[in-house]
């Protein structure tokens, strides 16, 4: 049996994978050493999980733990100790639950919002510094395909969670 020559421009859609992958762990590390130069504003002693927390209360508002641990795929423990954290750092507070008021649920502080501004501000001039030689059109694929890429693992993972 004769097989065609395969062309080696054409990659199957596993070896795509494969090579995305091994990109994908690479930047990974790569956002794990930059973490610590670009949050640099708040208090000592926090966690990358309490920014991490602080950014879900400022971005979709106060939250039950509960609903942090599962956004953060973390445990209430974890979240809990956390969360005494950034209360103690003046963050984060706790209040009643408007739908259950024997419930609380934590909102971030003025103070909290700020330091959340200013790292956002930090990342956001460190970004803006490694896309200065690229051209418009580049950032904007960037920007879109990896829209279109969080938003198909959000929905992979989301009806996996729910399974």
Known sequence: MVTAARDPSVTTELEDADLFGTQLVRLLRAVGRAKHR????GPEGLEQLA???LFCLVHDGPQ???KLAETLHAEISTISRQSRSLVSHGLVERGADPIDGRACVLRATA???RIFTENRRQRTLWLAELFADWPPADRADLIRLLDRFVSGMER????TDSK
Request: no cysteine.
């Open 51 to 53: 920014y991490s927390m």
């Open 156 to 159: 992979t993972t989301a009806s």
């Open 64 to 66: 039950r733990t509960g």
């Open 111 to 113: 103070e909290g919002e």
């Open 38 to 41: 670009v949050i640099k504003h």
